[in-house]
């Protein structure tokens, strides 16, 4: 059950990234666009989008609680209270990305196609570190 739970655990967090890597980068062209035809179809292409990153957060959440559940002596673990404190934060970038979201929605966008590029980058801060101590459990 472990396996299962670690492989269905990835793939989910791979596919969460994935849209949080993307989600941003349709607010930049989206932000750059002055047609209103264009700017309905990104309003759709982004729900749709965060829909699936809401999907992705919350089985990759569901797989990973279910491990430590069957192994609650992680949470002692250095490592993996780094990791937590880590997925608290991409967890907050999430929500982030849902208020952005509903001010494109509402018409009210604050931010630039270069603000937005630049944060589409963030969650690699929180990834890389992420997979590297899940991998090599230092400390």
Known sequence: ??????????????????????????????ASSDDARCNERFKLMEWRLFRVSVGGAVL?????????????????M????????????????????AKMLFDFMNGCNRHSETWYRWFSELPLLALVPVIFLATLRPF
């Open 60 to 76: 990759t959440l569901t797989f990973g609680g279910l491990m430590l559940y069957h192994y609650p002596s992680y949470l002692a």
């Open 78 to 97: 250095p490592w993996m209270q780094i990791k937590l404190v880590l997925i608290a934060l991409v967890l907050a970038y999430h929500g982030y990305c």
């Open 1 to 30: 059950m472990l396996l299962w739970s670690k492989a269905l655990h990835l793939w989910f967090m791979v596919a969460w990234f994935t849209a949080l890597l993307y989600l941003p980068r349709i607010f930049s062209i989206h």
